[in-house]
């Protein structure tokens, strides 16, 4: 069966530092998303990105953040200079559609640890 | 922002009971769908629900769309110690947007 696939399944960084976080998506979904979990909380959205570009946005996806699909498989999200409180599991989603079909499937996420 | 509230919080129960725990909003959805995590891994997608007043059944689960479209419930009949995990639900507002509003979990535990 398909499945959204993240790498690394840990990352830790030094505070101030550039990570990358990185997704392949289930291959014939149009449709890509970014959430995170801080330990012990609910799933919060990040970004949505669909034709090479960011459709919506939170707003703790400010300034600091971008994402990036740069060829026909890969999806990114990089964190520009972490911050202690960037600590948190990352989760990729792809869907098929929008809207009224919007089922969306998770990777297993990236643990990011910022010291 | 919108919340959506999930209850109970928790619940503790023996292998072989039901199981029945909702969400609720005080925002009109879309879509619910309901997801299951185990520790360390990523939302799973159980069920998912596109019209108000919906039921619809994943082998023990079922699940469905309130009619006001504020609400959503998911049964799991005769638990087993697999059903072990945090269970979230998620929605979303409106067609314009694919952005997924996730409750704030039940975390269920199966005993033998």
Not at chain 1, 36 to 49: A, H, W, Y
Not at chain 2, 39 to 54: F, N, Q, R, S, T
Request: proline share 4%; charged share 20%; aromatic share 12%.
């Amino acid at each position: 069966e398909p499945e959204v696939t993240q790498t690394p399944s840990h990352q830790v960084t030094q505070m101030g530092q550039e990570v990358i976080l990185r997704c392949v998506p289930i291959s014939n979904h149009l449709y890509f998303y970014w959430y995170r979990q801080i330990l012990g909380q609910k799933v919060e959205f990040l970004v949505s990105f669909y034709n090479n570009e960011i459709s919506e946005k939170s707003e703790i996806f400010d300034d600091q953040f971008s994402v990036e699909r740069p060829d026909g498989s890969n999806f990114t999200l990089k964190i520009r200079s972490t911050k202690l409180e960037d600590s948190a599991m990352y989760f990729c989603a792809s869907s098929g559609g929008r809207g009224a079909i919007n089922e969306q499937f998770f990777g297993p996420g990236t643990r990011l640890t910022v010291l | 922002g919108q919340q959506l509230n999930q209850s109970p919080q928790s619940m503790f129960i023996q292998e072989g009971e039901d199981v029945s725990m909702n969400c609720t909003s005080s925002s009109i959805f879309n879509t619910w769908l309901w997801y299951k995590q185990d520790p360390g891994e990523g939302p799973v997608l159980l069920i998912a629900l596109y019209k108000a007043g919906e039921l619809t059944s994943n082998g023990r689960l079922t699940a469905q769309f309130g009619i006001t479209r504020k609400d959503s419930f998911l049964n799991i009949s005769a638990s087993i110690p697999s059903d072990v995990g945090i269970y979230f639900c998620a929605g979303q507002l409106t067609d314009n947007t694919d952005k997924l509003i996730f409750g704030t979990g039940t975390r269920l535990q199966v005993f033998p």
